[in-house]
């Protein structure tokens, strides 16, 4: 299982962490992404990384502002985002899938989302 959490509402400008804390026993050999999704849009990728960190990814919109770490020891993934833009505004999803970064339709295990506010 996963548990997103973290979010909030903030200003423009303005910096968050979100978590993505997992149970199991295979989260180490798991890679995990982050989506989001806004109102009246489909879901889409955010930031990925890979089982042993080595391997990161990230949509064009969010480089230099967010950053994706996790800490396999407490079965932790984090999305460090900083400067945030009204257009952030989302429900941010994590999901995690055995093997390589993958796409969406790969990732099997879902968070239920937490919503980013991002007022301008």
């Known amino acids: 299982q996963l548990q997103a959490s973290g979010g909030g509402l903030v200003q423009a400008g303005d910096s968050l962490r979100l978590t993505c804390a997992a149970s199991?026993?295979?989260?180490?050999?798991?890679?995990v992404s982050w989506f989001r999704q806004a109102p009246g849009k489909e879901r889409e990728f955010v930031a990925a990384?890979?089982?042993?960190?080595?391997?990161?990814k990230y949509r064009d919109s969010v480089k230099d502002r967010f950053t994706i770490s996790r800490d396999n020891a407490n079965n932790t993934v984090y999305l460090q985002m900083n400067s945030l833009k009204p257009e952030d505004t989302a429900v941010y999803y994590c999901?995690?899938?055995?093997?390589?970064?993958?796409?969406?339709?790969?990732?099997?295990?879902w968070g239920q989302g937490t919503l980013v506010t991002v007022s301008s």
């Open positions: 999901a995690a899938r055995q093997g390589g970064i993958g796409y969406q339709a790969q990732y099997r295990y």
């Open positions: 199991g026993r295979f989260f180490s050999r798991q890679s």
């Open positions: 990384i890979s089982w042993s960190a080595e391997m990161t």
